[in-house]
T-cell receptor, first 114, second 115 residues
Framework: GENVEQHPSTLSVQEGDSAVIKCTYSDSASNYFPWYKQELGKRPQLIID?????GEKKDQRIAVTLNKTAKHFSLHITETQPEDSAVYFC?????????????FGTGTQLKVEL | DGGITQSPKYLFRKEGQNVTLSCEQN?????MYWYRQDPGQGLRLIYYSQIVNDFQKGDIAEGYSVSREKKESFPLTVTSAQKNPTAFYLCASSMSSGSNTGELFFGEGSRLTVL
């Protein structure tokens, strides 16, 4: 099945700086890559996603890039703010073996310091 | 108010007891999922269901059971066979199980503690 690795596990940045979180996946047939944000004590929520037919997608301060050849994708947050502090999860939808399920990375705890 | 509701929010269980976690959605979603969240391990899939009366094992199904008798409901039973059941459990749903499946909508979670 699909295997997703996520790095770093913790990331601390100063307010206004950029943050980058990287993920790799194993199933070359995977075609959908979402990113979820989970604030402390709350449910995970989708912040951005990308499909395998595009290489980059941007939504205001958030962008995601995908390199299908290398099987890795990254989340970029610019001009970070304190409210960006949360745990971020990447995920990949693998098709090998049937089904339609997301495999998540282990998460990155982002802390934006004032 | 549409959404996905999990209950109970907190649950304590003695060793050897089975417990059932409830998950209900009124989003008219076809697919439903159960994930387990442990510190440093992300979200791991326990079971998922793409349609009523059908479900498949995820990556860590041992010691768990589910049913999908109604579209709106996908209860998870944590059995006494689950070796380490203390965890945070998240239920989710999505519009379709087809190739254009998009966003997962999560419930607020149920925290199970085995005493």
């Amino acid at each position: 099945g699909e295997n997703v690795e996520q790095h770093p596990s913790t990331l601390s940045v100063q307010e206004g700086d950029s943050a980058v979180i990287k993920c790799t996946y194993s199933d070359s047939a995977s075609n959908y890559f979402p990113w979820y944000k989970q604030e402390l004590g709350k449910r995970p929520q989708l912040i951005i996603d990308i499909r395998s037919n595009v290489g980059e997608k941007k939504d205001q301060r958030i962008a995601v890039t995908l390199n299908k050849t290398a099987k890795h994708f990254s989340l970029h947050i610019t001009e970070t703010q304190p409210e960006d502090s949360a745990v971020y999860f990447c995920a990949a939808r693998g098709l090998t073996g049937g089904g339609n399920k997301l495999t998540f990375g282990t998460g990155t705890q982002l802390k934006v310091e004032l | 108010d549409g959404g996905i509701t999990q209950s109970p929010k907190y649950l304590f269980r003695k060793e050897g007891q089975n417990v059932t976690l409830s998950c209900e959605q009124n989003l008219n979603h076809d697919a439903m999922y159960w994930y387990r969240q442990d510190p440093g391990q992300g979200l791991r899939l326990i079971y998922y269901s793409q349609i009523v009366n059908d479900f498949q094992k995820g990556d860590i199904a041992e010691g768990y059971s589910v049913s999908r008798e109604k579209k709106e409901s996908f209860p998870l039973t944590v059995t006494s066979a689950q070796k380490n059941p203390t965890a945070f459990y998240l239920c989710a749903s999505s519009m379709s199980s087809g190739s254009n499946t998009g966003e997962l909508f999560f419930g607020e979670g149920s925290r199970l503690t085995v005493l």
